[in-house]
Every structure is written in structure tokens, then in C-alpha cells.
């Protein structure tokens, strides 16, 4: 069965540096989501992505997080500068049509020291 | 405040009990979906409720949406500690975007 494929599972990583989250979504999908949940809270919506531009995004997904699909399977959740509180456990999800159902990969969890 | 409130936030039961959790807002949604989140996945969607008053099977889980379109609820009859996970309620709004509830985190005991 078609999965959302998410790497690293694990990212460490020093605040102040720059971290490159990557997923390939199912491969006939067109439109992609972040979100991210920190330890013990609810998911969280950050940002979604049709047609190669940002459609929505929440108050969360600041200038210090971009998103970008530079090839035709990857997209990717960069944060420029990482501070503690963006550790979190960060997925991806994609859909193949327009409010179709949403699958999510397994995650990467993210720890900022 | 929460736009989906889910309760309770844990449950511990014994094998072979039954349970309800409940997902309620003061909203009124076209449609709610329910996922459940093993440790160390994402969210896997199990239902999409979307009339007033429908009722979903799915094995030994029974999902309601409430008449006035606010509220769900998830019972599971005679838990398996197999169905040990967070249950989360969401709802879709605008281009697609998923708002989730916080979660019940169910442990049934062996």
C-alpha cells in the first residue's frame, strides 16, 4: 500500500541552526501538508501546499519556516533558525484531490538542544 | 478555548470493557472525522462523519455524530489491547486544513 515516507525519523539538532525536514508523499497526490505536535499537546495545522505555492498557512509557520518541493517526489519543511520550542514531532500528509482524505507519515521528531 | 474538546484526556480499562469518548464543541461542522495515532506514527483516519444523527460501524467501534452536527462520540465494545492508542477527533476547514481535538489516550489492559 502507497505511504508517506518521512526522513529522518530522528533529527538533533543546536538551536540557531538551520533543519531541512523531508517527505515523499504517496505519488499520484497532489496536495501536501505540514503539522506538528509537541510532547503531551494536540496536533497542530502548519502549512499546506498545492500547484507549487503555500495555499494555507497558520500563525505557527512564521518567516522562519519555509516549505518547498524542489523535485517531483520530495517536499520539504525548513526551519532557518531552530529555537527550543520547535521541538516537536513534525508530519507530513498529503491528499490526492482536494479535501480527500489526508495520510500522514510516521513523523520526524525534532529536538533542539 | 478549545475548538474540539475531547474527553476524557486518558483511559485505563480492562480487556473486554466498553468505553465512549466523546468529542464536543460549540461549533457546528459539516463533517468530523476520527483518527487514532499509534506511538511513533501519524494519525490514521478512521471514519468520516458528515449527516446530523448518523451512525458509523467499524468492527467493534461505533461513531455518532451529533443532530446538531457539534458533537461525536467513539464507543468500543469489549476493548482489545490492541485498540490501545490515541483516539483524535478533527475537522476540515477552508482549502483543508485539519484542526484536531487533543486527544483521548486509551490503555486497555491485558
Known amino acids: 500500500e502507497p505511504e508517506v515516507t518521512q526522513t529522518p525519523s530522528h533529527q538533533v539538532t543546536q538551536m540557531g541552526q538551520e533543519v531541512i525536514l523531508r517527505c515523499v508523499p504517496i505519488?499520484?497526490?497532489?496536495?501536501f501538508y505540514w503539522y506538528r505536535q509537541i510532547l503531551g499537546q494536540k496536533v497542530e495545522f502548519l502549512v499546506s501546499?498545492?500547484?507549487?505555492?503555500?495555499?494555507?498557512k497558520s500563525e505557527i509557520f512564521d518567516d522562519q519556516f519555509s516549505v518547498e518541493r524542489p523535485d517531483g517526489s520530495n517536499f520539504t519543511l525548513k526551519i532557518r533558525s531552530t529555537k527550543l520550542e520547535d521541538s516537536a514531532m513534525y508530519f507530513c500528509?498529503?491528499?490526492?484531490?482536494?479535501?480527500?482524505?489526508?495520510?500522514f507519515g510516521a513523523g520526524t521528531r525534532l529536538s533542539v538542544l | 478555548t478549545q475548538l474540539l474538546e475531547q474527553s476524557p484526556q486518558f483511559l485505563s480499562i480492562q480487556e473486554g470493557e466498553n468505553l465512549t469518548v466523546y468529542c464536543n464543541s460549540s461549533?457546528?461542522?459539516?463533517?468530523l472525522q476520527w483518527y487514532r495515532q499509534e506511538p511513533g506514527e501519524g494519525p490514521v483516519l478512521l471514519v468520516t462523519?458528515?449527516?446530523?444523527?448518523e451512525v458509523k460501524k467499524l468492527k467493534r467501534l461505533t461513531f455518532q455524530f451529533g443532530d446538531a452536527r457539534k458533537d461525536s462520540s467513539l464507543h468500543i465494545t469489549a476493548a482489545q489491547p490492541g485498540d490501545t492508542g490515541l483516539y483524535l477527533c478533527?475537522?476540515?476547514?477552508?482549502?483543508?486544513?485539519?484542526?484536531f481535538g487533543g486527544g483521548t489516550r486509551l490503555m486497555v489492559k491485558p
Open positions: 500528509a498529503s491528499t490526492e484531490r482536494h479535501k480527500n482524505i489526508q495520510y
Open positions: 505519488s499520484n497526490h497532489l496536495y
Open positions: 501546499f498545492y500547484n507549487n505555492e503555500i495555499s494555507e
Open positions: 461549533s457546528v461542522f459539516s463533517s
Open positions: 462523519v458528515v449527516t446530523g444523527g
Open positions: 478533527a475537522v476540515a476547514w477552508a482549502g483543508n486544513m485539519l484542526t
